[in-house]
């Protein structure tokens, strides 16, 4: 089963606007970090913003904020005020496990297009 | 920011042939990883290791061996490259997490893309 599920293969915003991207995980274990990744055409991977499971508030960074549902086991990721750099793929991840020791699992990515 | 290095950039080579993608942190961390990533698709883990002398499989470790000697040297070889092992490889490195941290993000390379012919 995946453990990171990204439902949007593709989205497209305007300039300046705001845009969510999904993302849905599975585990078991109580704790857990979720992790926010941009990949640029040149292909190199770009963190954005961490998330523990154990957080009470939503993680913010700059114009990049993680809409946290541990409820629902969702954590999408807000861009606000769009920009042309921030077209890319983007990918979610976790890490499961108390000691933080353990490999990080990534979804399948969505591609955000920002439109002038 | 992150200072892990990955050579070559691109490799251009014939099926059968050995191959080793090299990959080198400046950043003390014990934790390092191998990543396959097609084109606009998800990253596969391949190896990882915990510290010298420490490698574990991934989920693609089949095809693959990795060797630790140095904290700073996480270097991956195909002992017989063929056309399905076109991709990019994309090495990383984390700090160890304490006391019920799970917060320590990997710090990426730049990739190697490595074309099969």
């Known amino acids: 089963a995946q453990k990171i599920t990204q439902t949007q293969p593709g989205m497209f915003v305007q300039e300046k606007e705001a845009v969510t991207l999904d993302c849905t995980y599975d585990?078991?274990?109580?704790?857990?970090?979720l992790f926010w990744y941009k990949q640029p055409s040149s292909g190199e991977m770009i963190f954005l913003i961490y998330q523990g499971s154990y957080d009470q508030q939503n993680a913010t960074e700059g114009r990049y904020s993680l809409n946290f549902q541990k409820a629902r086991k969702s954590a999408n990721l807000v861009i606000s005020a769009s920009q042309l750099g921030d077209s890319a793929m983007y990918f979610c991840?976790?890490?499961?496990?108390?000691?933080?020791?353990?490999?990080?699992?990534f979804g399948k990515g969505t591609r955000l297009s920002v439109i002038a | 920011e992150a200072d892990i290095y990955q050579t070559p950039r691109y490799l251009v080579i014939g099926t059968g042939k050995k191959i080793t993608l090299e990959c080198s942190q400046t950043m003390g961390h014990d934790k390092m990883y191998w990543y396959q990533q097609d084109p606009g698709m998800e990253l596969h883990l391949i190896h990882y290791s915990y510290g010298v002398n420490s490698t574990e499989k991934g989920d693609l470790s089949s095809e693959s061996t990795v060797s630790r000697i140095r904290t700073e040297h996480f270097p991956l070889t195909l002992e017989s490259a063929r056309p399905s092992h076109t991709s990019q490889y994309l090495c990383?490195?984390?700090?160890f997490g304490s006391g019920g941290e799970n917060n320590s993000p990997l710090h990426f390379g730049n990739g190697t893309r490595l074309t099969v012919t």
């Open positions: 585990t078991s274990d109580p704790s857990y970090g």
């Open positions: 991840a976790m890490r499961e496990g108390g000691s933080g020791n353990t490999p990080l699992v």
């Open positions: 990383a490195s984390s700090e």
